[in-house]
Structures are given as structure tokens and as C-alpha cells.
Nanobody
Framework: QVQLVESGGGLVQTGDSLRLSCAASGRTFSSYGMGWFRQAPGKEREFVAAISGSGSSTYYGDSVKGRFTISRDNAKNTVYLQMNSLKPEDTAVYSC?????????????????WGQGTQVTVSS
């Protein structure tokens, strides 16, 4: 079993930056890939970014490419999402997820473990 706890959300203005953190426990952290997803009110959950277990490979959704950076610190059992140049359309609940393998994927059905999420609100 894996437990995930996100932190770092909040209210910011357009153009600001924010860093989300996701602390994991319960398994060898480096053995599984991690992902960030987001869900805005009335919309489906959207893939944001993913990173392999070693941290050597990353993958981003088109809407955040070039603005967001995913990283991980396996010694701290934590994955991060650095969000720059934030836009109002980035407003959503952001959730981290752990996959069942060391690779990375944008398919949410391959992530059996999910955190509760943290709210990010970007004002115009």
C-alpha cells in the first residue's frame, strides 16, 4: 500500500509560480513512477506530468509543456511539480499518483494509488 499526501497549493496571480510537493510512504519509492493530474470543476481529470522511478525520464501534457517541471527526490520520498507562468486555466485540484511500475505513463488507469489533492487557484 502507498500513501500520498500533497501540499503547496494556494491562491496566486497570473504569471506567478508555485511548487507542489507529494510525500509518499509505504513502499520503496524509487520502484514506481509518479504522476500529477488535475481536475477543474465540471471537467475530466487531465494528465499534467509523469516521471519514472529513477527520475531519468519525464513526460508532460501539452497544456503545461515548457511551464511545468516534474522532479523527484527519492531520498526524501517526495515528488515535486514546479509550476511557472501560471494561467487562470491552470486552476484545478492537483493530485499526485503512484503507478504500479517504475516507468511513466499519462494513462490514469495505470495509477492505483492517489493522494487527496491540493487546490491551485490562479486569479486573472
Amino acid at each position: 500500500q502507498v500513501q500520498l499526501v500533497e501540499s503547496g497549493g494556494g491562491l496566486v496571480q497570473t504569471g506567478d509560480s508555485l511548487r507542489l510537493s507529494c510525500a509518499a510512504s509505504g513502499r520503496t519509492f524509487s520502484s514506481y513512477g509518479m504522476g500529477w493530474f488535475r481536475q477543474a470543476p465540471g471537467k475530466e481529470r487531465e494528465f499534467v506530468a509523469a516521471i519514472s522511478g529513477s527520475g531519468s525520464s519525464t513526460y508532460y501534457g501539452d497544456s503545461v509543456k515548457g511551464r511545468f517541471t516534474i522532479s523527484r527526490d527519492n531520498a526524501k520520498n517526495t515528488v515535486y511539480l514546479q509550476m511557472n507562468s501560471l494561467k487562470p486555466e491552470d486552476t484545478a485540484v492537483y493530485s499526485c499518483a503512484a503507478s504500479g511500475h517504475s516507468g511513466y505513463t499519462d494513462r490514469r488507469e495505470f495509477y492505483p494509488y492517489w493522494g487527496q489533492g491540493t487546490q491551485v487557484t490562479v486569479s486573472s
